[in-house]
């Protein structure tokens, strides 16, 4: 007989993703709101908020039934719930531009002091390419080849997995095409140079999964086998979805050069 106290818990774990992905929902459409009403010259973009909302929707269908419930008993739910949580989600989410929603929306003061949060060292060692790409694909080969995967099975441990996927996934996105204003933020030629980099880690960690070459996954080969297949071909079309990004929100722009008057081409944010 099932436990009434242990039963309500569970139902209100799982009720806790959807209250908190609808108060982000409610926090975000309140802000434009506001922005809109502040400028109405400017406005906010209604893509910006539909992206953030899409972002939204695909965090919450990963993180409830079915898909939660296929991922504790299909690895290849697993790898689609990665792959929401970690990359799709994250893009939208990322294209939002939350922070500068906050921006045009908060007091003057708390404006500076997010400015200058925005401009910090931390932030800045942070939201540096190499280390972005650290968290969001290095994490997987310390996943999947050590035993860190099966013990992250319980409970608590699934939803620190959750939590690293989507603050990883949208760190990444942010650092590659987010629109929001980032400190030292290199070229489009390097940062797409990374994201290649995270697309050769992506393929190799995925054929040495279906190959089986020291993965620690304690499941059938026939499911570790598709989820290997998910993440290879989920994980490109992802990756091919933030070039696409990169390359949507910047444009070449002139500029005079000094000395010989030449025209120097330069990329410059495009305005959404």
Excluded: K
Excluded at 182 to 196: E, F, Q, W
């Amino acid at each position: 007989m099932t436990d009434p106290v242990t039963e309500h818990g569970a139902h209100f774990a799982g009720a806790l993703p959807v209250l908190a992905v609808l108060g982000c929902a409610i926090g975000y459409l309140r802000l434009a709101r506001l922005a809109r009403r502040r400028n109405p010259a400017r406005g906010w973009s209604r893509w910006r908020t539909a992206g953030f909302v899409a972002g939204l929707v695909l965090l919450g269908v990963a993180l409830v039934p079915p898909v939660a419930s296929l991922a504790h008993a299909d690895f290849r739910g697993h790898m689609l719930q990665h792959l929401l949580v970690g990359m799709y989600a994250p893009l939208a989410l990322v294209l939002g531009a939350p922070v500068t929603l906050m921006l045009r929306t908060l007091p003057a003061d708390g404006g500076r002091r997010l400015t200058a949060v925005l401009h910090s060292r931390p932030l800045r060692v942070v939201t540096h390419p190499s280390v972005a790409l650290l968290l969001s694909t290095g994490g997987l080969v310390v996943l999947y080849f050590t035993p860190l995967y099966n013990a992250a099975s319980a409970a608590a441990g699934h939803w620190l997995l959750h939590a690293h996927f989507l603050l990883s996934g949208c760190l990444f996105a942010y650092v590659i095409a987010g629109p929001d204003p980032a400190p030292d933020r290199p070229g489009v030629r390097t940062r797409l140079v990374y994201l290649g980099c995270a697309v050769a880690v992506h393929a190799v960690v995925a054929q040495l999964m279906y190959g089986g070459f020291r993965v620690d996954v304690h499941a059938p080969i026939p499911e570790v086998r598709g989820g290997a297949e998910i993440m290879y071909y989920g994980g490109d079309i992802a990756e091919l979805l933030l070039a696409a990004a990169l390359v949507a929100t910047w444009r070449p722009a002139p500029r005079t050069g000094a000395g010989r008057g030449t025209v120097v081409r330069r990329y410059e944010r495009r305005s959404w």
